[in-house]
């Protein structure tokens, strides 16, 4: 007998993948500006570096990863709950403003910060809809 491996679609919604890209993007950015623009961001901590930046960006990237590794699982549950974590780790971004005010921050810092802010809480406001959805089917038993 042979296997099918399931489609994007069925693993999870079209928009959550679109969701997901779109914040995968903003973290990019938003990481890769820090990074390499770290000695012109105000305030920030000398031990953080330009090497920590990215470690940190792999750290987040792989809460996302984790996520998609249940739902191809079929692990519903588990890959929203992780898929909302990841999204919800958007929040780490909005810590720039405890450093500075925005004004003390650059056009392109505050584009990339609320850009991955904005993509991030989209993705967990989906994310914790997939999970009401997710929970309500394992209710409802295997097959639902």
Same mark, same amino acid.
């Given at each position: 007998m042979q296997t099918v491996a399931p489609t994007a679609s069925a693993l999870l919604p079209r928009q !959550?993948? &679109?969701? =997901?890209? %779109?914040? /995968?993007l903003a973290s990019l950015i938003h990481f890769v500006h820090n990074a390499e623009s770290i000695a012109l961001y105000p305030n920030m901590?000398?031990?953080?570096?330009?090497?920590?930046?990215y470690l940190a960006w792999l750290a987040f990237t792989g809460?996302?990863?984790v996520a998609l590794a249940f739902a191809?699982?079929?692990?519903? !549950?588990? &890959?929203? =709950?992780? %898929?909302? /974590?990841?999204?919800?780790?958007?929040?780490?971004g909005l810590g720039h403003y405890t450093l500075a005010?925005?004004?003390?921050?650059?056009i392109a810092m505050n584009l990339s910060?609320?850009?991955e802010a904005v993509a991030g809480g989209l993705l967990a406001v989906s994310s914790v809809?997939?999970?009401?959805?997710?929970?309500?089917?394992?209710?409802?038993?295997?097959?639902?």
């Open positions: !959550v993948w &679109a969701l =997901l890209a %779109l914040y /995968a901590p000398s031990w953080l570096t330009r090497e920590k930046v809460v996302g990863l191809a699982a079929g692990w519903r !549950v588990a &890959a929203a =709950l992780c %898929l909302a /974590a990841y999204g919800a780790l958007e929040f780490v005010p925005h004004s003390g921050h650059t910060i609320w850009f809809r997939l999970l009401a959805r997710a929970v309500d089917r394992a209710k409802d038993g295997p097959g639902a």
